[in-house]
């Protein structure tokens, strides 16, 4: 199918990586709704040159609701949604001590909850249609687990489980799936990081804040979200996707040793890292 009749729907399309995605997908001639949870009006935003536009639209994945909303608007605008890229998020960071059940509930609300609900919206429809592409945004932190961020990789870690037995599932439907994992990327997520409420009286403190600083230090050098707009492009351009790609070389080097070194040798790397 042509570029230009091709629809995608993108997940937190108003900041960041979403936001890149789905500029390119528009300047290459799809059809892009990007959502986000503060749209005053609808906003239409055309290409410079083809046929393509980014249209955003109201949507909380935190909310059945909504969900459902947004997936109607689309169809009944478009005949098909070719591709949901599942890229809303966000971090809680705060030791394992320090976080409630309800702070963990509200990081697996958006991060895992929030792909549970856009897939169970989208799938009906891409088995009707016969064809359909589900990139999920994962992390490095979805393979390596990093401390006091340990609710939002256990969120990425499910999510990775979730799209691992997907994949296989949609595959006889014609429907393919596949990961994305990006590294420290400079975007809003630095800023709208969340501390469990626990963390501003904590005996963890200084390794907490210490350990935060560093993450912060690193997202915010980071490189733009280009690389990950690459792995998004290569998995569309893909006849046969693969499962994941980890963006940018160094992380792909540091999850290839995750597989080859023993355990307790990649637990005193990350801890000499972040503690
Ligand atoms: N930046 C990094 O270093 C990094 C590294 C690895 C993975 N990631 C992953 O990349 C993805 C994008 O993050 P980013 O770095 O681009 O962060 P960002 O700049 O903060 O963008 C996050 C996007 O998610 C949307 N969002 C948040 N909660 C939402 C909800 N409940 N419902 C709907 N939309 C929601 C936001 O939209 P509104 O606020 O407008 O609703 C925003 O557009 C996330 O899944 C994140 O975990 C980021």
Redesign the pocket.
Known sequence: MNNNLKVVLI????????QAIANTLMEKGYRVYG????IKEENIIKAKSGSGFLKMIP????SDESVKAAVEYILQKEITIDILIN?????IAGSVEDTSPEEALSQFD??FF?VLRMCRAVLPKMREQKQGLIIN?S???GLISIPFQSMYCASKYALEAMTEALRIEAKPFGIKVSLVE????K???TQ?RQYTAASYNSAYNLAFLKSIKKMEKD?QN?PTPKLIVDAVLKIMNSKNPPIRIVAGFSYKTLVFLKRILPSRFVEFVVSRIYS
């Open positions: 997940t937190g399309a108003s900041s960041g990586i979403g959502t986000s949870r503060n949507l909380d994945v935190r890229n809303a998020g966000f971090g958006t991060n929030g945004i992390s490095v932190a990006p590294g420290d990327t975007t809003g997520f709208m997202e980071g």
